[in-house]
């Protein structure tokens, strides 16, 4: 549970979730500048809480990739089409009438199989449907903590085997869907690819462990047999996304959220079949887990 309160934020207001796992942050504008000092709180209370809540923030195209570059350079999205004139910004839409699953449906950290992950994922609220569409969050690090000694031995010298085949790859999901979708997807062999990371780790500012793998995007353990691999992993995805160490956003026109990709896996919800939805999507360059 965080330490801080209200009061520890000079130029920001920042009310945290009773775990201290997400936060909504007022009294800040991100359509235009930042102040230096008012970029650092917001850094911080980033690092303390993992997922930002920023509401009521009007932004453009253009206001929203100057925010994004207040959390640090653009990542690199591969497998889906950027928006027109806009590289780095996705646009995530379901129209009324599609019928394939909502994007994003499945417990996942983004990106995590590449060699330097994103830290971060903003997305920004165009379009809203007044019925479901939640994201729900669990705090991979809060996990981590409530593992026994014991098991955290265990864990310590594991490297996780990453991949986006599941979604991406010639035989994956995307690859065999018939359902007509809005989003263009880059189906690509590049997707068969694996990367392994270590199965926990070490957040760079923070300093805190967390568990590093996801049903999405994490295919086996390096040097252990599929069956061992599956005995672990299959607990250590029930174990995180526990009730207790989960978070549900619910989403309101304008809001931008920011979360934490190192410490954080993530699954959007349906339950808006017949309603348009539409977000905006950025993300932010990481670093080499370890």
Known sequence: MSNLDLKDYETIRVTPEASGFGAVVEGIDLSRPLAEPVRQEMLRAWAEHAVLSF???????EALEAATLQFGPFGADPFIKPMDGHPNVLELRREPDEKATNFGAGWHSDWS???EPPAATLLHAQVVPPVGGDTLFADCAAAYDALSPVMKDLLAPLRAVHSASRAYGT????????????????VSPEADKTHAHPLVRTHPVSGRKALFVSPVYTVGIEGMTPEESQAILGFLFKHMTQDAFIFRHRWAKDTLLIWDNRRTVHFAEGGYDGHLRVMHRTTVAGEVPV
């Open 55 to 61: 509401p009521r923030q009007a932004l453009s195209l």
């Open 171 to 186: 035989q994956g999901v995307f690859a065999r869907e018939t359902e007509k979708r809005t989003m263009q997807i880059v």
């Open 113 to 115: 199989f590449q060699p």
